[in-house]
């Protein structure tokens, strides 16, 4: 009996100690697993962020919630589980969590997910969602989330510009909606009552205006890009906007013409609405693939030499089957023939983006009419310039990648002051190609070496016992 | 911490003149030689086939096609052979008797499994130290990334420091060796794929199982990281198992 209790007692009391010990282990856990601490030991630290993505996140005072759609089984899913950990690491305001679309398509919906690898981030009350997991992408976006600065695109009115306020379909009622949800504001402005571009102007979108630009408006249009300004114009056939000339001074090149796609007319549109077939290498167009449609367009070429300070872009051409007709008279009921003087063969450019670096000149006019400005503004104009506005208005904008095209166009050049470029040292390639000699080596020494050094250990070791018995 | 080296060099003794180990060291250098020459020949031949494609050739590096692989490839191997080694340490004192013996010496318990413990550490340094001429041949046939080799050879280190703490505690339950090595091998296993199962249930339940995982931890290592959290969850997993043991040997005082 006595025997009996003093076991129950032992057995207690190791049970209970077995316990406190293991609670200890997990509280120990938890903690370290609060306060972890790294060491990148890989060459070109991969596992680290940049210095800029650093300062960006120890800036941040809410919360980033990352929402990742990659499949289970996608290849791609660990290398951005790595650097989201990365991110995590880093701060501990960056939470992520990864979302199988085809497991949870209402989620998926939710977030209007399309592709796979999307990346939502949700801070500040705001969304932005981004397709490539890359650091520069992902610190952009978290930069963007926690601007408090509101950011406002300007519409030109006053020349018959298209309407944000029209609903109809030639109207941009769309296009307000859509810029309004990458968490822009957008507002109209009218150089004919106002002397220059409102102070606080991202972008400044001129589009589709019907009678000509006033000298006074594009000297303030001029003054604007001179400041680091960002300027989009979308320019339909056969209406003068007056901004030729000062187009033509920046490299670029209006002609009186509009674009024929016989191609289109696959796609069962008339032939005046040109399918845009490739994109040129920027920004704007970074890994786009989708189709757009530009209804009745004119070209927009490039001149070279482009002018000194000026960097030119072709962004987006149509196919090879279509031309820029120079002699179009819309009351022709036959499509219009290629004419080989006249004529310009596709693909022909219908949009064109140029980066101005202002000249010492007028970098220090700008500082002397601007004391100031400077300082959040990028030095560098961003001007964008298509030779059509229909493709966003109410009737085309949600045709294709159109509203896509548009939207990276607005989001370029309202991000461009401030963007970050993270340029990460590439993993250095160590390619290796073994001679005959190091390939003997690596299996002699790789293979054979250690198992014959045990074996022959093993055998002196039993040989050495047996002669001590 | 009386009788520690005592209990330690007598342990070594036994390892070096049973022809247990050097079996497991035979076969443990053979599979490590072979995962070796396989990555290597496997990466010279992509780096061949890439010479024509500058991009695909930016993109081939050591630390991804041979450190990774060659140390995920070791881990799989010490997780099959360290159970033989430490599968002896206390079923075979049990079934020879000599375990009476050891307890009536002036040794503290303690003592006693740790200079096992240690004894098997020092088993298993061995077995990684002959994996270092291959490292040596890849020096010589092109220039690695010895922080990745570094990181690779600490989480091996660490990660055997909890197999060996795992099988140790599983030699104490039994005095049958083969028992011992199936008792510590089935669990090490179940710890080694448990991570499967992560993606299959809610998050909360995702992450202690994600956290359990023995290879999520070895993971970061064999990339070049040397995490805190990694670290710590094998000393963790280490010290709760010779903690264990401990307490496993001071019931036979009153178990009868």
Redesign the interface.
């Known amino acids: 009996m006595r025997q009996t209790s003093r076991f129950l007692k032992r057995l207690t009391t190791t049970s209970f100690g077995f316990l406190a010990f293991t609670g200890i282990v997990v509280l120990v856990a938890l903690i370290g697993q609060r306060h972890p601490l790294r060491l990148d030991l890989t060459e070109n630290k991969r596992y680290t962020l940049t210095e800029q993505s650093k300062k960006v996140l120890s800036a941040l005072n809410g919360d980033i919630q990352i929402k990742a759609f990659f499949q289970e089984t996608a290849a791609e899913r660990d290398r951005v589980r790595d650097l989201l950990k990365t991110y995590r690491y880093t701060s501990k305001k960056v939470h992520f969590q990864f979302i199988d679309p085809d497991r949870q398509p209402a989620l998926a919906r939710q977030y209007q997910i399309r592709d796979y690898g999307t990346l939502v981030l949700e801070g500040f009350g705001k969304s932005q969602t981004i397709t490539s997991a890359e650091e520069e992408a992902i610190t952009n976006a978290i930069l963007k989330l926690s601007q408090d600065r509101e950011k406002i695109v300007y519409f030109l009115t006053g020349h018959g510009e298209r309407d944000i306020g029209e609903a109809g379909k030639d109207g941009y009622s769309l296009v307000k909606t859509a810029i309004e949800k990458q968490n822009f504001k957008v507002k109209t402005c009218n150089l004919l009552v106002a002397p220059e571009v409102p102070e606080d102007a991202a972008v400044l979108v001129i589009a589709g205006p019907q009678k000509p630009l006033l000298a006074k408006e594009v000297e303030a249009l001029q003054h604007y890009l001179d400041r680091g300004g960002n300027l989009l114009l979308m320019l339909d056939p056969y209406n003068r906007s007056g901004l030729e000339e000062m187009l033509r001074s920046h490299g670029i090149l209006l002609t009186d013409d509009i674009i024929v796609d016989t191609m289109s007319k696959v796609f069962g549109a008339d032939y005046l609405m040109p399918v845009i077939a490739q994109y040129g290498h920027h920004k704007i167009t970074d890994g786009f693939r989708i189709a757009c449609f530009f209804p009745v367009a004119r070209s927009v070429r490039v001149s070279s030499p482009a002018p000194a300070n000026t960097k030119l872009l072709e962004l987006a051409l149509t196919s090879q089957y279509s031309w820029a007709e120079s002699d179009f008279k819309t009351t022709d009921s036959e499509p219009p023939k290629f004419n080989d003087n006249r004529d310009i063969q596709g693909p022909v450019p219908v949009a064109v983006a140029a980066a101005i670096t202002p000249s010492k000149k007028s970098d220090s006019t700008g500082k002397s009419t601007s004391p100031g400005r400077k300082k959040h503004r990028s030095s560098t104009a961003e001007l964008v310039v298509y030779g059509d506005s229909d493709f966003a208005s109410n009737r085309y904008l949600n045709l294709q990648g159109n509203s896509d095209l548009f939207l990276n166009t607005i989001n370029f050049l309202a991000q461009q002051e401030d963007l970050i470029t993270i340029e990460r040292p590439r993993a250095k390639a160590a390619p290796l190609t073994l001679t005959r000699s190091q390939s003997l080596v690596l299996f002699w020494i790789g293979i054979l070496l250690m198992p014959a050094v045990v074996l022959a250990a093993g055998v002196a070791v039993f040989n050495f016992r047996r002669k001590q018995r | 911490m009386k009788g520690f080296f005592p209990v330690y060099r007598k342990e070594l003794y036994c390892f ?2 049973s ?1 247990v180990l ?2 497991v ?2 076969i443990f ?2 599979l ?3 995962f ?2 396989a990555s ?2 496997y ?2 031949l992509a ?2 086939q ?2 024509r494609d500058p991009f695909v ?7 991804d096609m041979v450190l990774q692989p060659f140390f995920g490839s070791l881990g799989i191997v010490l997780l099959l052979m360290v159970p033989l080694i430490t599968m002896r340490l206390f079923a075979e004192e049990k079934k020879t008797g000599t375990i009476e013996l050891l307890f009536t010496y002036p040794i503290s318990d303690s003592a006693a499994v740790l200079g096992k413990f240690f004894a098997a550490i020092c088993v298993v340094l061995l077995l990684l130290v ?2 270092l ?2 490292m ?2 890849l020096a ?4 690695p ?1 010895w ?2 080799v ?2 690779g050879y600490m989480g091996l280190f660490l990660m055997s420091c909890s197999f060996v703490s795992l099988g140790l505690f599983a030699s104490s339950l039994t005095q049958n060796q083969i028992i011992a090595a199936a008792l510590s091998f089935g669990p090490l296993l179940l710890l080694w794929i448990i991570g499967w199962a992560q ?1 299959l249930t809610g ?1 909360t339940l995702g992450s202690i199982i994600g ?1 359990l995982s023995l290879v999520n931890h070895f993971d970061n290592f064999t ?7 990694d670290a ?2 094998y000393l ?1 997993f280490t ?2 198992f010779i ?2 043991t401990l ?1 496993i040997l ?2 036979r005082q ?3």
């Open positions: 070096f003149s022809p050097y079996v060291a035979f250098t053979g490590a030689g072979y070796f020459y290597v020949s990466y010279s780096s061949f890439a010479a050739a930016s993109q081939l590096n050591l630390s002959t994996t001429p291959a040596a041949v010589y046939v092109s220039s990334p922080g990745n570094c990181s993606s998050p956290y990339k070049g990281i040397v995490d805190s959290r710590l969850f963790l010290t709760l903690f264990t307490r001071e019931s009153w178990r009868g």
